[in-house]
C-alpha cells in the first residue's frame, strides 16, 4: 500500500493509493523543507543574530536594515511558517482520516496536534507581533538614512524598545517551535 496506511486510504483503489501515495510524499517535501527553513531560520535568529544585532548597536542596526529591506528576511519566514503549516494540516487531515476524534485522541495524535497547535501559535506570533514591529524598524531606519543616518532621541528610544520587544517575541517562538519539532520528531514513537 506505499505510505498511504490509515483508513481514508482502504476506500481507495489501488491506482488511487498510488495516487494518494506520491501526493502524501509530495506534501512531507513541502512541509519538512519548509518547517527546516522555518525553524532553522528561527533558532538561529534567536540564538545568534539578535543578540549579535543587540549588542553592537547602532552598526547593528544596519545589519538589521539589510535584513529587513534587501534581503526581505521576513517575507522569507512568513512564507517558510505558512507553507510548513498548510502543508502540515492538509497531512494532518489525511492521517487522520479528515479530523476522525478517535485517532486526535491517540496518544500519537495527541502528540502531533500539541505540536501542530505550537506552530501555529509561534506562526501567529511571528505574524501579528514580530512582522509589525520588524517593519516599523524598518521604516524608522530608513528615515534616519535619509535624514543623514543620525537618529533622534524619540527615533533611538522606540527603537530600543521595538528591539528588545522583537528580542523576546522571536525567544517565544523558538520555544514554541523548539516545542513542535520534538513532538514531530517524537510521534512516529509514540503509539
Known amino acids: 500500500m506505499g505510505i498511504c496506511k490509515n483508513e481514508y486510504c482502504l476506500y481507495l483503489g489501488k491506482s488511487k493509493q498510488n495516487t494518494m501515495a506520491t501526493h502524501i510524499l509530495i506534501l512531507r517535501i513541502i512541509h519538512i523543507l519548509a518547517a527546516t527553513f522555518w525553524a532553522g531560520g528561527v533558532f538561529t535568529l534567536a540564538m545568534f543574530i539578535l543578540p549579535s544585532v543587540n549588542n553592537s548597536m547602532p552598526e547593528g542596526g544596519k545589519v538589521m536594515q539589510k535584513m529587513l529591506s534587501t534581503y526581505h528576511f521576513p517575507t522569507y519566514m512568513t512564507l517558510a511558517g505558512l507553507l510548513t503549516i498548510l502543508s502540515g494540516l492538509w497531512l494532518y487531515y489525511i492521517l487522520s482520516s479528515g479530523f476522525e476524534m478517535t485517532w486526535i485522541k491517540s496518544a500519537h495524535g495527541l502528540t502531533l496536534t500539541i505540536g501542530g497547535l505550537s506552530a501555529i501559535l509561534a506562526f501567529l506570533h511571528g505574524f501579528t507581533s514580530n512582522r509589525p514591529k520588524a517593519a516599523r524598524v524598518g521604516q524608522i531606519s530608513k528615515a534616519i538614512?535619509?535624514?543623514?543616518g543620525k537618529p533622534t532621541e524619540?527615533?533611538?528610544?522606540?527603537?530600543t524598545k521595538l528591539r528588545n520587544s522583537i528580542t523576546t517575541g522571536t525567544n517565544i517562538i523558538a520555544i514554541l517551535i523548539l516545542v513542535t519539532v520534538i513532538c514531530m520528531a517524537a510521534a512516529q514513537y509514540i503509539n
Not at 538614512?145 to 543623514?148: C, F
Open 154 to 159: 524619540a527615533q533611538l528610544a522606540e527603537m
Open 145 to 148: 538614512m535619509e535624514a543623514g
